[in-house]
């Protein structure tokens, strides 16, 4: 595989979607393919799981939870990320994997090597190049993201949830070289240059797309 395979992450209203953008239109100018995807979503029967899983009247288990953002994402793998990689476009995806390590994991307490290995199967061991962490507080994360309307479900949690998300995501932060953490405080523009910068060093140092574990 030739592409670039990037995600975007962080705790809610971290300014993943107004980033996603940004770097879409950078990579554009600079003569890139792109393909914008988010999870869970980017396919019909993704799409279909995600409207399950954020809506806030359902009751599921932290297992149920879990094996259908797996689910959305195995549908996604192969019918998007796999075949634009191939082609050897640039995929800029709202959230990963590694949401459901930070969410489903640290957040609701499942074991994070069960995590892995359900993601395994539904990534084909397929992971991000790259994955950009917008990190800021997580009450001005919940106050950005109210705009006026209802909580899904998972942002309806409570703020120590959300805590433990945000500090999941640092610790996987520690210990895997592929996620970079950018301030999300920050006014858009500068978090913008600082994600171009990220992005730069990796199309400057690269050869192929999408990692295998
Ligand atoms: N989830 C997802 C899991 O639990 N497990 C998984 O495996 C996966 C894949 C849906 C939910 O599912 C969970 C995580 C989520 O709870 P989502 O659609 O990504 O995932 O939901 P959110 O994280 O809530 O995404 P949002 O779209 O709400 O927030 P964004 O994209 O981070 O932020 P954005 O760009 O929409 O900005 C939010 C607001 O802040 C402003 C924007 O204008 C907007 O009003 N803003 C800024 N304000 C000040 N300074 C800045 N720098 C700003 N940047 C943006």
Same mark, same amino acid.
Request: net charge negative.
């Given at each position: 595989?030739?592409?670039?395979?990037?995600?975007? $992450?962080?705790?809610?209203?971290?300014?993943?979607? +107004?980033?996603?953008?940004?770097?879409?239109?950078?990579?554009?100018?600079?003569?890139?393919?792109?393909?914008? +995807?988010?999870?869970?979503?980017? +396919?019909?029967?993704?799409?279909?799981?995600?409207?399950?899983?954020?809506?806030?009247?359902?009751?599921?288990?932290?297992?149920?939870?879990?094996?259908?953002?797996?689910?959305?994402?195995?549908?996604?793998?192969? =019918?998007?990320?796999?075949?634009?990689? =191939?082609?050897? *476009? #640039? #995929?800029?995806?709202?959230?990963?994997?590694?949401?459901?390590?930070?969410?489903?994991?640290?957040?609701?307490?499942?074991?994070?090597?069960?995590?892995?290995?359900?993601?395994?199967?539904?990534?084909? %061991?397929?992971?991000?190049?790259?994955?950009?962490?917008?990190?800021?507080?997580?009450?001005?994360?919940?106050?950005?993201?109210?705009? %006026? *309307?209802?909580?899904?479900?998972?942002?309806?949690?409570?703020?120590?949830?959300?805590?433990? &998300?945000? =500090? %999941?995501?640092? *610790?996987?932060?520690? $210990?895997?070289?592929?996620?970079? &953490?950018?301030?999300?405080?920050?006014?858009?523009?500068?978090? $913008?240059?600082?994600?171009?910068?990220?992005?730069?060093? &990796?199309?400057?140092?690269?050869?192929?797309?999408?990692?295998?574990?």
């Amino acid at each position: 595989m030739t592409g670039l395979y990037i995600a975007l $992450e962080g705790p809610e209203g971290a300014g993943k979607t +107004t980033q996603l953008q940004r770097l879409s239109a950078r990579l554009r100018s600079a003569g890139l393919e792109v393909v914008e +995807t988010r999870e869970p979503g980017g +396919t019909a029967v993704g799409e279909a799981v995600r409207a399950l899983l954020l809506d806030p009247a359902r009751h599921l288990s932290p297992e149920a939870e879990m094996l259908l953002f797996a689910a959305a994402r195995a549908q996604l793998v192969r =019918e998007v990320v796999q075949p634009a990689l =191939e082609r050897g *476009q #640039v #995929v800029l995806s709202d959230r990963s994997v590694y949401a459901s390590l930070a969410y489903q994991g640290f957040g609701r307490g499942l074991d994070l090597e069960v995590i892995r290995r359900v993601n395994e199967v539904a990534t084909a %061991g397929l992971l991000p190049d790259l994955v950009l962490l917008l990190d800021l507080p997580v009450e001005e994360g919940l106050r950005r993201d109210v705009g %006026g *309307q209802a909580a899904d479900r998972i942002e309806g949690e409570g703020v120590e949830f959300h805590r433990r &998300v945000r =500090e %999941g995501f640092l *610790q996987l932060s520690r $210990e895997d070289a592929r996620i970079r &953490v950018v301030p999300a405080t920050d006014d858009p523009e500068r978090v $913008e240059a600082r994600i171009w910068e990220e992005v730069r060093r &990796v199309l400057e140092g690269r050869g192929g797309g999408g990692t295998r574990t």
